[in-house]
């Protein structure tokens, strides 16, 4: 039963990163991470439904960082002009990553979870919102063209290929399906 749970989570991943293949080449940086954000968001409203969605959250946000920090922000913390926004991001994103720890060890049948992952929701969405008003457009003006849309084609490959296997190489406890009592 649980491999069957298992293949069910693995094809829910391979369905959210089916279509990228054909869009890769044609998106900047800041189109594919404002994607990815939307998606996200999805993510956000889904669990308020459905708390087990969670660990897909997760997954996204620890690749999305480490991924929009090494990509893009690398390449902005060295301009005066965007050095204070693109440090200001990555400190968000750690403040984010140890909201998710926490998120990720708490029982989620405790209704502090759902309170906690509101508050959560919040700073996530101040995140998002600020990157994508401030940060992005000043990215914009500073890289060129082509070089946007090689980050952009490098974020996105890179993206699919660590989520379709994150839940393999990083198996989490709430992918098990509970036991029923005997």
């Not at 980050?151 to 699919?160: I, P, R, S, Y």
């Not at 989520?163 to 029923?180: F, H, I, N, S």
């Amino acid at each position: 039963m649980t491999e069957l749970y298992g293949l069910k989570i693995f094809s829910q991943i391979l369905y959210q990163v089916g279509n990228l293949n054909s869009n890769i080449m044609n998106k900047t940086i800041t189109k594919a991470l404002i994607e990815h954000h939307d998606e996200m968001r999805n993510l956000v409203k889904e669990i308020k439904k459905d708390p087990s969605r969670f660990i897909f959250l997760k997954k996204n946000l620890d690749i999305h960082h480490e991924l929009e920090e090494d990509l893009l922000l690398s390449k902005l913390h060295v301009s005066n002009e965007i050095k204070d926004e693109s440090l200001e991001s990555q400190e968000e994103h750690f403040v984010l990553n140890i909201l998710l720890l926490d998120l990720a060890d708490f029982p989620k049948d405790n209704p502090r979870w759902m309170v906690k992952f509101k508050v959560f929701e919040e700073i996530l969405d101040h995140h998002l919102s600020e990157e994508e008003d401030d940060l992005f457009p000043d990215a914009e003006k500073l890289l060129a063209k082509e070089e946007q849309t090689e980050l952009g084609a490098q974020f996105m490959e890179l993206k699919e290929r660590r989520l379709l296997y994150a839940l393999e190489t990083k198996p989490v406890r709430e992918l098990e399906k509970p036991k029923k009592p005997e």
